[in-house]
């Protein structure tokens, strides 16, 4: 999937008592582009064909707050 948009945002979800922790990624319409675990982001991202953004994820999820929106 070619993904021709100008803005993109992650966002990181709390998980459960069971449920794992969750990272969301977002277009600029804020169309769900890819959802993926925040323990396995490499994993989420290639199968989504974003793993461009792997390094990027993994700098920005151990200090993204749960329920923040940024801008990558």
Not at 20 to 37: G, K, S
Not at 43 to 58: M, R
């Amino acid at each position: 999937m070619k993904l021709n948009r100008q803005q993109m945002y992650i966002l990181k979800i709390k998980g459960g008592h069971k449920i794992p922790d969750y990272v969301q990624f977002r277009d600029d319409n804020f169309t769900l582009i890819a959802y993926f675990r925040a323990d396995k982001p490499r994993e989420g991202l290639e199968k989504f064909n974003l793993i461009q953004y792997a390094d990027l994820v993994e700098k920005t999820l151990p200090v993204l707050a749960f329920g923040e929106l940024k801008k990558i």
